[in-house]
């Protein structure tokens, strides 16, 4: 399909409120579209940035194991329990290597972490 016709292919759908049409039409040609938004519409272009604001967080999600982590470690934290806190650290270092940890740490966590200059808060 050429830029064009999914162009108009997505506004149409936006303009007839078929919003599952240009979500899937969006999804296929992500990469095209992100190209060429300036082509689309204010309506489809919202929809394209929610689409991809969606896809780039389904990627940095947390699993179970994760969130599992996480949890002691602000558990650990609020305890001022170190040790455990140190063993969390060291068998899950590339978990606090990701920016997007710092969002589900508690201010224990976060203040005790940037002193062992483990993370560093950046706001």
């Given amino acids: 399909m050429d830029m064009s016709e999914l162009v108009k292919k997505v506004n149409a759908s936006m303009d007839n409120l078929d919003l599952i049409s240009a979500r899937r039409l969006i999804e296929e040609n992500i990469d095209l579209i992100n190209e060429n938004r300036h082509h689309l519409r204010s309506n489809a272009r919202s929809m394209f940035d929610i689409v991809k604001?969606?896809?780039?967080?389904?990627?940095?999600?947390?699993?179970?194991?994760?969130?599992?982590?996480?949890?002691?470690?602000?558990?650990?934290?609020?305890?001022?329990?170190?040790?455990?806190?140190?063993?969390?650290?060291?068998?899950?270092?590339?978990?606090?290597?990701?920016?997007?940890?710092?969002?589900?740490?508690?201010?224990?966590?976060?203040t005790i972490l940037t002193g062992m200059k483990v993370i560093s808060i950046n706001e």
């Fill in 53 to 110: 604001n969606n896809t780039e967080s389904v990627i940095n999600t947390l699993n179970r194991k994760e969130m599992n982590v996480i949890y002691s470690i602000n558990a650990y934290a609020t305890k001022f329990d170190i040790r455990g806190l140190k063993l969390s650290i060291k068998n899950n270092p590339e978990l606090l290597v990701r920016k997007d940890i710092q969002h589900y740490l508690n201010e224990d966590a976060k």
